[in-house]
């Protein structure tokens, strides 16, 4: 079983609807959340970053971890074609940064 | 603020040549990132350095990689001799103190022939 697991997609939605995304973790020791984007052929760019369980919303995103159940999302309202996109989640451990395998989304016009 | 630069942006070479890839962290961040990315294996931490000293070389595949940051602003990973199956998307990360979030480059497109 991977420590971190992601659904690959990809979601195709249309333009203006919510977006949902997901991540389960395995290991509780983990204390940093981070979601980061990434655009075909270009790094990985952080979008939202949360320590330990709770909300935190940045203009149209929003995250949300949930320590006791392992499990974190990101909500993205009244999405557009620019966020076509693949979103990974990350969780520190320590140092090292374990991502999920990212989920590819698609905001059609 | 400049962000991680890396360079190449890109690379294509033949099998058995040496390959430098080079990568200038954030100023100011103490740790440096190499990571891999492939369809197959997603992004993999190859080695970690913390005030130019490498922690944890664990990721890194074979001896034939190797990686160095003489100083605070400057990294290189090395791969000799290259292989076809070293073909992959190679990041530079840089983060500040524990608990901040690592800032990658654009990366480096690597082909081997």
């Known amino acids: 079983q991977k420590e971190v697991e992601q659904d690959p997609g990809p979601l195709s939605v249309p333009e203006g609807a919510i977006v949902s995304l997901n991540c389960t973790y395995s290991n509780s020791a983990f204390q940093y959340f981070m979601w980061y984007r990434q655009y075909s052929r270009k790094g990985p760019e952080l979008l939202m970053y949360t320590y330990s369980s709770g909300n935190k919303e940045d203009g149209r995103f929003t995250a949300q971890v949930d320590k006791s159940s392992k499990y974190i999302s990101l909500f993205i309202r009244d999405s557009q074609p620019s966020d076509s996109a693949t979103y990974l989640c990350a969780m520190d451990s320590s140092y090292k940064l374990i991502f999920g395998s990212g989920t590819r989304l698609l905001v059609r016009p | 603020d400049a962000g991680v630069i890396q360079s190449p942006r890109h690379e294509v070479t033949e099998m058995g040549q040496e390959v430098t890839l080079r990568c200038k962290p954030i100023s100011g961040h103490n740790s440096l990132f190499w990571y891999r990315q492939t369809m197959m294996r997603g992004l993999e931490l190859l080695i970690y350095f913390n005030n130019n000293v490498p922690i944890d070389d664990s990721g890194m595949p074979e001896d034939r990689f190797s990686a160095k940051m003489p100083n605070a602003s400057f990294s290189t990973l090395k791969i000799q001799p290259s292989e076809p199956r070293d073909s992959a998307v190679y990041f530079c990360?840089?983060?500040?103190?524990?608990?901040?979030?690592?800032?990658f480059g654009d990366g480096t497109r690597l082909s081997i022939l």
């Open positions: 990360a840089s983060s500040g103190d524990r608990g901040q979030p690592q800032h």
